[in-house]
């Protein structure tokens, strides 16, 4: 079970969780986003370059019917530079969205403490869960979003808990574990703890390669 030794939120009486687990009720899985996969997948990083790097070209090819093609590209700079200093700006909110996450599995329950300037837990107890897909990347990391029944799934805002939702789920909000390490393995683990947890036939965890291809939000 990862543990960070240093958090920011040293007044969690359990860390990533509000209060302390109930008797009978222990974690068996805490991890976080993988920052840079996030920084792709959820922000869309690699779009946003390739925008600037588009307005670029674009201004170059343009402005060569009237200047030299240094002089075009010079002039055109301005949109690299603006690219570069966007990119790293979602770099950083990448980064403190990580940090400030924290996933919990327990037997009982999945518990997602989320949000770096408004912080919030999601408390889903394994009995509102109807069914959960894996979008799997080929790098093991990978998002895990949990369907909910109506009575388990009230009140969840797609735009309050983004980027911890799957991606373009709006109607029906579905919270998720998104791109986390060694994703496989804690699927299963969510798979049997559920199973266990309410003794009715195992939650599917369901491949969803399409997920992973989808454009990201």
Known sequence: MPHDHH?????EPVRGL???????E????????????????????WWVAGY??????????GGAATETWVQSATAASFFLVLG???CVLLILVALVQAKATVYTITNRRVAMRIGAALTMTLNLPFKHVMNATLGLRKSGHGTIALEMSPEGGMGFSYIMTWPHVRPWKMKHTQPALRC?????????????????????????????P????????
């Open 210 to 217: 399409e997920m992973a291809a989808q454009p990201a939000e």
């Open 52 to 61: 600037f790097v588009f307005l670029f070209a674009w201004r170059t090819t």
């Open 180 to 208: 986390i390490p060694d994703a496989k393995r804690v699927a299963m683990m969510l798979s049997d703890a559920a199973e266990t947890a309410v003794s009715v036939p195992d939650i599917q965890i369901t491949r969803v």
């Open 18 to 24: 509000p209060e302390m687990l109930p008797e009978g």
């Open 84 to 86: 570069a200093i966007v």
């Open 26 to 45: 222990h974690i068996l899985w805490q991890g976080q986003p993988h920052w840079w996969t996030l920084a792709k997948e959820a922000l869309s990083l």
């Open 7 to 11: 958090d920011d939120f040293q007044t």
